[in-house]
Each structure stands twice: as C-alpha cells, then as structure tokens.
DNA sequence: GTTTGCCTTAAAGTTCACTGTAAGGTTTAT
DNA sequence: ATAAACCTTACAGTGAACTTTAAGGCAAAC
C-alpha cells in the first residue's frame, strides 16, 4: 500500500508518515522497484498505535523511547508487556489530572444551579465590589 | 500579593503568569505604587482555573475566546455557566478518547496475560515470520 | 512523448506556548 | 550609599512537532 492510501486509510498527512518514520516512531517502510514506500499491515498498525498515543498526549520523544525499546525486546514478551504497563499507567496518571479538572467544573456548575441568589465566592464579591453593588471589604 | 509570591503559591513561573495576563487569559492585575503588579484573589482563582485547564490540555487560544466570552456575559450568569457547561463537554469528549486508548491497552496487556502461548495477531505473526519460525503466508 | 500528478530527500519555515534577555527603575540589606 | 535582589516592558530566542519548499525522479493518462 502507497503512502496515498495509508495517509487517506489512516488520516494522517503524508508528511507526519515520512516525518514519523524517519524519527523511528515506526519501523522503515519497505519500499518498491522505484524506491516508492509501500507499507504492510505491521508498519499500519505501528503508525496507528502511534497516532492513537500522539492523541493521547504522549510526546513524540517519549514514543521514539518507547518503541526503541519495545523492538530492542523483541525477544522478550514480559520487557515488552511492561513497558506497554508503562505507558498504561502514564495515561491513567493523565486522566486522574483530566478528572481533577472535570470535578471541578462539575463543581462550578452544580453551584450555578443550586442558588438562585448567586452565591458570592470570593470572585464574584470582587465583581460587584467593581460595580459598585457591595462598598465594603470583608 | 506580588508576583513572586503568587508564582511560588501556584507554581506556576512568574514570566508564565505575566504571559498568560499580556494575553488575556487572566485579568489585568492591579499595580501598586511602583508600578508592581499586586495580585488580588480574583487573578489568583483565574490564574488557578487557567493552569488546570492547561493541565487538562486546552489551548490557549481557546481559553483566550473562553474568557473573553466569559467576561463579556458578566451581566448573566446563564451565559456564563454554558460557557463553562461547554469547556466540561470538550473536556469529557478529551477524556472518552483518552479511555479509548486506555481501553485498547488494557485489551494488549489482558492478551499479554491470557494466552502462555502467544498470540498471533498480525504484527506478532510479521515478526515470527522475520524470524524464519515461520513460513508461510494465510 | 509530454504533461500531470505522484513519489523521493534534505532542509528551511511555521506555529504554539512559553522562556530568556536587555535596559532600566525600585526596594531591602549591609 | 551601594550592592543585591526584586520589579517593569518589549522583544528576541527556544523546543516540540510538524509543514512547506526546492529540486528532481517515476508513472499513468491523453
């Protein structure tokens, strides 16, 4: 398969494929009589991992580490499975952070609805001191 | 407050903090005689709400149109809390594809665990193959 | 058979979000 | 009173991750 069809296929720039490839975040792409890239399903699924990972918001740096890694154990199951715990576990980290900040939206909104009278925290007492509504400081 | 202060507080670096106000990603903050800058809650709850949604990987621009927006609407509070209601729905649609990948792990290490014999999915079949331990093609 | 559109590489350019620097004023410590 | 340690602005520099460009080879279409 061209890098056309695996650009188009996995919707990612040709650009990002070549550039990606070239910084070993995937495995080198065989290539046909005239040099052309012509991938098979294991440099696809690599590139997908990848995407998917990028996405995620792990760093390219910190990727390239990781499939050095993973290829240098190829020999062992058990390197490779702790290292796929590793990244495992960096995302989970990822989404505490992601659910800390949820909670906390959550928060605000629920106090949006819970009070018809808008309940002064310490922002909105500045707001209306600004407004001149309020004339003391606490 | 000065700056020193609140970027020890917050942990967030005092150039970050100037950058983000420069910006408009936080209020102007009130000066004092010297022209110092002099931090009242108000930046400090801004300055806090700013880093999470940072932390949470939310681009400055977008925060930059969200605060704008959320300034603008000071005068309605039903504005203001579905601006809030749509920086949580982007972040929970971050955090569902986050669980995605998240999922797809989980699913490689279970297939890690499971099976003493190791299964072949396409790539571990590719790799076998390289290995002349294997021969031939589906 | 030549134009159109694909492919190649190497290298320069872009964007984002800071981060550091230069030039200078202020405040605290000795 | 002078050095050390803060503060200010404006602007240049950085690092990450692409993205674009330049220069050229190959291939399918007319």
């Known amino acids: 398969m061209n ?10 720039p040709k650009e990002t494929l070549r550039y990606w490839e070239n910084n070993g975040l995937i495995p080198e792409v065989p290539r046909n009589a005239s040099g ?5 399903e294991n440099e696809i699924k690599w ?13 390219v740096e910190s ?24 990244q495992y576990d960096h995302l989970l980290a990822q989404r505490n952070e992601l ?16 009070h018809v009278m808008p309940f002064l925290d310490e922002e909105e007492y500045y ?3 600004k407004k ?4 003391e400081d606490k």
């Open 3 to 12: 890098i056309k069809e695996v650009s188009e296929r996995l919707d990612i």
């Open 36 to 40: 052309y890239r012509d991938y098979t």
């Open 47 to 59: 590139a997908l991992f990848i995407k998917a990972m990028r996405n995620a918001g792990m760093s």
């Open 63 to 86: 990727l390239i580490d990781f499939v050095t890694l993973y290829r240098k154990h190829s020999d062992s199951r058990e390197a490779q499975k702790s290292l796929i715990k590793e």
């Open 99 to 114: 659910d800390k900040t949820l909670n906390y939206l959550a928060y605000k909104l629920d106090h949006f609805e819970d």
């Open 127 to 129: 707001q209306l001191k």
């Open 132 to 135: 001149k509504m309020l004339d």
